[in-house]
């Protein structure tokens, strides 16, 4: 069951395998947001196991997004939150009225080496401090 509270915005960041760059916008939100809003995120077609460049690359920054584990986005989740932020998963992320999105035409960290994970972590570092500054946080 998910809980959510009526004071803070909800967001769910979405990708394919919810394993690189909704897991790096996530980790991003938690920090930089704090209690402040409700972090979520999953993919279409989940991995296994978080990409271990993109790990790294937020452990460069001070982020732990280790212990995060791929998940598949489920409709309670989506029609629980006030934002949707898609990262490529095109057509099978879900649409509901009511529910303000965001598409970030982000590369896929998915095979790459650090050099190109490290470009895509502060590609989604700016927009997720461009997020935090839009959304009503009370």
Request: include cysteine; aromatic fraction near 6%.
């Amino acid at each position: 069951m998910i809980e959510q509270t009526d004071s803070r915005p909800a967001v769910l960041f979405l990708c394919v395998h919810n394993a690189g760059r909704s897991q790096m916008g996530a980790g991003f939100l938690r920090e930089l947001a704090g209690d402040r809003v409700d972090v979520y995120s999953g993919g279409s077609a989940p991995a296994e196991t978080i990409n271990p460049m993109a790990v790294e690359a937020m452990a460069e920054v001070g982020i732990d997004i280790s212990g995060q584990e791929p998940k598949i986005w489920t409709d309670e989740v989506v029609r629980t939150c006030d934002v949707i932020v898609s990262m490529g998963c095109g057509d099978v992320c879900p649409v509901y009225p009511g529910h303000r999105y965001e598409d970030w035409d982000l590369t896929d960290p998915a095979g790459q080496g650090i050099e190109i994970v490290r470009q895509v972590r502060d590609e989604v570092q700016v927009r997720v401090e461009e997020l935090i500054t839009s959304l009503d946080m009370g």
